[in-house]
């Protein structure tokens, strides 16, 4: 695989996903022909590049549109989930819910490189927001079950540890990791991050907000800053939980979504590869030979049919290929029982005015809550100021999304209602319809994403991103980019240059 | 991020309800937790969610039923974070018994074992996923 690297890179100042650029293809297809399953991100990422390099490419879809995962629902998407609940979007023109992935950090690359690459045009999603709320129920104290602004609570926390820290540096207590102009320093610091007094006490901050808020004249005039909350009260809250110095790796404050919609990505592939994509055609077998590989599939109209070809790049999710009729070596098929799937649960829900806008003055960002079932509420990064807006209601994974998915639709609305309405008082008359999405329960997907234990890392993982014979799997269940687009993309550059560095040998 | 939020509220949780709910209503958790896919008949989904009734592994060896509910396996996910071993408990006696099974009933001390021995618990879950 060929990899570009800038001179940044080449200092090792990279702070990105592996991969930036789509593998160097050059040399040749030969007349070869890849059949490739599923048109999701990493089934179209390897019918674009294959195609672009002379490949000859068919694309199998198991359903009647592209993009797998990549959703998004918007008024008249229909969706019937495996016990049969049906359910059509009826949000208004202009507002959707992304069920599928939502968000990109500003480190996948892969994903970026597309985006504009098809000229799908990027605007930001807030992944943070001090303003926000925080609620948590399970904690004790004056706090427990009220929701607070997560600047709030940072300040405090931050500031009275801060306190704690410089006072003991300063009487000499913390000597042994410091000393001299050491000392001076950290204590300057720790100053600097809780925001203290000249004393080393920490009294509040203007940073955690205003009860009256600053203004022209002389009245409002300075305003009037909130009063800290107590340290004890904001150590019992558990509120504290959301807080550390850096975000994870994954989840960047600096994020970005397609305006529009997630599946602009979709859209913005099929462009390119649509006339390659047989759609509504579900795979039913997978037999090898030593020449190649020939596909089993039922079309659309019920009637079956085959494709053959030299090799074959398999996207279908292990949840779902695992019951596929597969022509494979007993090791590689092993391997596919080696992952869990995780029930993921999401819930869009039209608003009929921007409350938390217009009444909280919050715009775009998490609510994180202990609340059973809902784990968090995210205010919409679109449509500013608008009059409308839909917020996604929970998004919840594991047992607990199990657990809220036996519901019908109109109850995980209902609960997810009933939730919101506990931190913000204007959720349930502001609340217009529903559309919720349980990818444990949605056919060709039986799962959000594959979650490895270490074990089937260790073990299955190596042995599925092996080909096996002319079978190549592909997807973000092959990356360590497990659930996110650019896993998605960069297992199919993996496996694409696999294949091309073969058929060069050959 | 690494947070362990959700474990250290659902232990407390779990620590004030679950002796009542264990012994009441092993048919009520599991309509609860597992019936989205298992169904209430325990019958499951065909092409997609495994039958209960009937099934050999949900009958046979304790620790491997147990083990599979606590870690996940293939497309099911892993309980272990959710549900405390009094509910494991429970639940699994009532499938072990229900529709016909005729497995026998699993303890809240079995369950501890086989948390330990799978070294269940160990990993906590994020604030968010993807």
Redesign the interface.
């Known amino acids: 695989m060929s990899l570009v690297l800038s001179g940044m890179e080449a200092l090792g100042f990279s702070q990105a996903s592996a991969t930036e650029l789509p593998p160097d293809l050059s040399g040749g297809a030969k007349n070869t022909k890849v059949v490739i399953l599923g048109a999701g991100l990493a089934g179209m990422t390897a019918a674009y590049e294959l195609s672009k390099a002379g490949y000859q490419v068919q694309v199998l879809e198991a359903r009647s549109f592209a993009g797998g995962r990549c959703q998004t629902a918007r008024k008249g998407f229909k969706h019937t989930d ?2 049969g609940n049906t359910q059509t979007c009826e949000f208004d023109e202009g507002h959707y819910i992304n069920h599928g ?1 939502w968000r990109i950090p500003y480190h996948h690359r892969s994903t970026l490189h597309y985006t504009k690459l098809f000229g799908v045009p990027l605007e930001s999603f807030v992944n943070d927001n001090d303003a926000s709320y925080v609620y ?1 129920e ?1 904690g004790a104290g004056a706090l427990a079950g009220k929701p607070i602004r997560k600047g709030e609570i940072a300040a405090d926390i931050r500031g009275y540890t801060a306190e704690l820290v410089a006072k003991a540096a300063s009487q000499g207590q913390l000597d042994a990791p410091l000393s001299g102009l050491d000392r001076e320093k950290f204590i300057a610091y720790v100053v600097n991050e809780g925001r203290l007094t000249k004393d080393l006490a920490y009294k509040g901050t203007e940073g955690r907000g205003f009860s009256i808020h600053p203004g022209a004249g002389v009245d409002p005039g300075p305003g009037k800053e909130l009063p800290p909350f107590a340290f004890k009260d904001v150590l019992d809250s ?1 509120a504290w ?2 807080l ?1 110095s850096v ?2 790796y ?2 960047q404050r600096t994020m970005l979504q397609p305006i529009g919609g997630m599946d602009q990505i979709a859209k913005g592939f099929e462009k390119q590869v649509g006339s390659m994509i047989r759609y509504s055609t579900v795979v039913e077998k997978i037999k090898q030979s030593p020449s190649g590989v020939t596909v089993s599939f039922k079309g659309a109209d019920g009637k079956k049919g085959e494709v053959t070809a030299d090799y074959c790049i398999c996207t279908i999710p ?2 779902v290929l ?2 596929i009729d597969v022509d494979a070596s007993a090791p590689f098929k092993a391997a ?2 080696g ?6 649960n999401k819930i869009g829900l039209q608003m009929k005015t921007r409350f938390w806008e217009e009444k909280h003055h919050i715009y775009g960002g ?1 609510v ?1 809550t ?1 609340l059973p079932g809902i ?2 509420i995210t205010l919409p990064s679109y449509g500013w100021q608008g009059q409308k807006g839909v917020l996604l209601g929970y ?1 919840m ?4 999304a ?2 809220i ?2 519901k019908n639709p109109a109850d995980r609305a209902a609960y997810a209602v009933a939730a919101g309405q506990k931190i913000f008082p204007e959720y349930a008359e502001n609340y217009e319809n529903a559309f919720s999405f ?1 990818w ?2 949605a ?1 060709h997907n ?4 594959a ?1 490895w ?1 270490e074990a089937g890392r260790k073990e299955a993982y190596p042995v599925l991103c092996q080909p096996d014979g002319r079978l190549y799997l592909a997807g973000e269940h092959l990356s360590y980019l497990g ?2 687009q650019a896993g998605a993309i960069e297992s199919a550059w993996q496996q694409i240059a696999r294949i091309h560095a073969r058929v060069q040998q050959a | ?6 474990l ?2 659902l232990t ?2 779990a620590g004030l309800a679950a002796p009542a709910i264990a012994l009441a209503d092993g048919k009520s958790l599991f ?7 298992h ?1 209430v008949t325990g019958k499951g ?1 065909k ?3 495994p039958a209960l009734a009937g099934s050999p592994l949900v009958q046979g060896d304790p620790q491997l039923v147990t083990t599979t509910v606590l ?9 272990k ?3 405390s071993d009094a509910d494991l408990s429970a639940i699994l006696t009532y499938v072990r018994s229900s529709w016909g099974n005729k497995g026998a009933a699993i303890k809240p001390a079995d369950v501890a074992k086989a948390r330990v021995a799978a070294k269940a618990g160990a990993k906590a ?6």
């Open positions: 495996l016990i992935p948590f399970k558990n939980r959301v550390s975000t994870g994954e989840q292990l949840s695992k019951q596919m029982e992952v869990a799937y995780a029930p993921v998490h994180y202990d784990n968090s998004y994974f594991g047992g607990e199990a657990r998915s036996a349980c444990h329960l056919e039986l799962g959000g994403w979650e234990g659930g996110w | 991020m690494t947070f362990a939020y959700r250290a509220a407390l949780a309509n609860d937790n597992c019936s989205a896919c169904q989904v092409g997609a969610f870690n996940g396996r293939a497309g099911m996910p892993a309980f974070d959710d549900l879950r994020g604030l968010q996923a993807h």
